[in-house]
């Protein structure tokens, strides 16, 4: 049984607007969660975290937001590069492990 | 540094046949994991490990076996290679435990089992 769920296999967005990238959780002692990025060929590198304590964490033109009452986050990237055509893997922390999300693949078109 | 390195790149075998996927981190990392990736699904966690000597199983555990004498390597090991074991294989290692440390993977294996 999937505990991160991401919905959206892809999304199109053009350059300079808000990418809006969701996951579902079903365990609520998750205690942190985690965004990577993944080109093609290569292995995931990690892009930014938040605590279940915070509601919000921002690094630059990625920020993602927690909703623990709907076990919902989201990654938003402003404004959107053709760079960040990747796919984007949620992640949550249990303990000594982290639980993958499917994967959303975005393409930033010009 | 050169972070987590996986040999080899790619790899084809038949049924039956065992190989060993090579995991070396040069980042005094204590942990260690495993995982494989199909084809639109995500990462699934084969084996972990927290230290030299100590090993754990993830989520898909079965047809593999691992060891870490070491801190720097930790190799998998596929004995009877079946058709359902054809992945893309990322090792990964992180200082401490998964939720306060990222992960570094390494740029994966992958293997085809004809």
């Known amino acids: 049984d999937q505990q991160v769920k991401q919905n959206s296999p892809s999304l199109s967005v053009q350059e300079g607007r808000i990418s809006i990238l969701n996951c579902d959780y079903t365990n609520s002692m998750f205690d942190y969660f985690l965004w990577y990025k993944k080109y093609p060929a290569e292995g995931p590198t990690f892009l930014i975290s938040i605590s279940s304590i915070k509601d919000k964490n921002e690094d630059g033109r990625f920020t993602v937001f927690l909703n623990k009452s709907a076990k919902h986050l989201s990654l938003h990237i402003v404004p959107s590069q053709p760079g960040d055509s990747a796919v984007y893997f949620c992640?949550?922390?249990?303990?000594?492990?982290?639980?993958f999300g499917t994967g959303t693949r975005l393409q930033v078109f010009p | 540094n050169a972070g987590v390195t996986q040999t080899p790149k790619f790899r084809i075998l038949k049924i039956g046949q065992s190989m060993t996927l090579q995991c070396a981190q040069d980042?005094?990392?204590?942990?260690m994991y495993w995982y494989r990736q199909d084809p639109g699904m995500g990462l699934k966690l084969i084996y972990y490990s927290v230290g030299a000597g100590i090993t754990d199983k993830g989520e898909v555990p079965n047809g593999y076996n691992v060891s870490r004498s070491t801190t720097e390597d930790f190799p998998l090991r596929l004995e009877l290679a079946a058709p359902s074991q054809t992945s893309v294989y990322f090792c990964?290692?992180?200082?401490?435990?998964?939720?306060?440390?990222?992960?570094?993977f390494g740029p994966g294996t992958r293997l085809t089992v004809l």
């Open positions: 992640a949550a922390s249990e303990v000594d492990k982290l639980i």
């Open positions: 990964a290692s992180s200082y401490w435990r998964a939720s306060y440390n990222e992960q570094f």
């Open positions: 980042m005094n990392h204590n942990y």
